[in-house]
Each structure stands twice: as structure tokens, then as C-alpha cells.
């Protein structure tokens, strides 16, 4: 069984900028596609971003695209989210997943493609 931890959350204004992390317990980072999600209160899960398993192709949300990059460390088998010019509207509850199968799919930013999932780390943009 895949674990994966998030870590890099907090509360800052608009217009900051935070980083999370999502480390994976055994090596699935460059060798599965991964993505982040978040989920608002009272909200759906909706994806943010998405790396392929070799890292070569991303997918971003139209609400988050020039603004966020997410980037893998295979080495150290992490995952992260750049988040730059954060809104109010970013804030929620952002997890970290991956898919148990090799290769992409064609689905990159849709929750029901990816098996494992994080316990979620909490993002707070005050205005």
C-alpha cells in the first residue's frame, strides 16, 4: 500500500505564495501519474494540477494555470505544488494522489483516475 503525506500548508494573505510537499512511502514519484486536488467546504473535489508518470507533461485547471507548477523529485520520491499569487479563492483542503497503474490517462485532473490519496493539508488565503 502507496502512504502519501502532504505537508506545506498554512494561512497566508493574497497575493502570497506557499509550496506543498506530498512524500511517498516506497517509489511511485516519476514511475505514476500524480496530481493535487482540493475540496472547499461544501464543495467538490476538483483537480488543480497534474504531472505524468515520466514528469514530461503537466495539466493545470484553467482557475490556477500561470499561477501554480507542480514539479516531482524522484530522487527523493516528493511531489510539490508552487503556489504563487494565491486568492481567496484558493483556499481549501489540498490533497495529493496517484494512480496505481503505469502510463497516463486521459483524465489527468478527474479524481476518480488515481487510487491513493493523502490525508490532505489545509490552505487559507485571507483577503
Known amino acids: 500500500q502507496v502512504q502519501l503525506v502532504e505537508s506545506g500548508g498554512g494561512s497566508v494573505q493574497a497575493g502570497g505564495s506557499l509550496r506543498l510537499s506530498c512524500a511517498a512511502s516506497?517509489?511511485?514519484?516519476?514511475?505514476?501519474?500524480m496530481g493535487w486536488f482540493r475540496q472547499a467546504p461544501g464543495k467538490e473535489r476538483e483537480g488543480v494540477a497534474a504531472?505524468?508518470?515520466?514528469?514530461?507533461?503537466?495539466f493545470y485547471a484553467d482557475s490556477v494555470k500561470g499561477r501554480f507548477t507542480i514539479s516531482q523529485d524522484n530522487a527523493k520520491n516528493t511531489l510539490h505544488l508552487q503556489m504563487n499569487s494565491l486568492k481567496p479563492e484558493d483556499t481549501a483542503m489540498y490533497y495529493c494522489?496517484?494512480?496505481?497503474?503505469?502510463?497516463?490517462?486521459?483524465?489527468?485532473?478527474?479524481?476518480?483516475?488515481?487510487?491513493?490519496w493523502g490525508q490532505g493539508t489545509q490552505v487559507t488565503v485571507s483577503s
Open positions: 504531472i505524468s508518470d515520466g514528469g514530461s507533461n503537466t
Open positions: 516506497r517509489y511511485i514519484v516519476g514511475s505514476r501519474a
Open positions: 494522489a496517484a494512480r496505481r497503474l503505469y502510463g497516463g490517462t486521459r483524465y489527468p485532473l478527474s479524481s476518480r483516475e488515481y487510487n491513493y
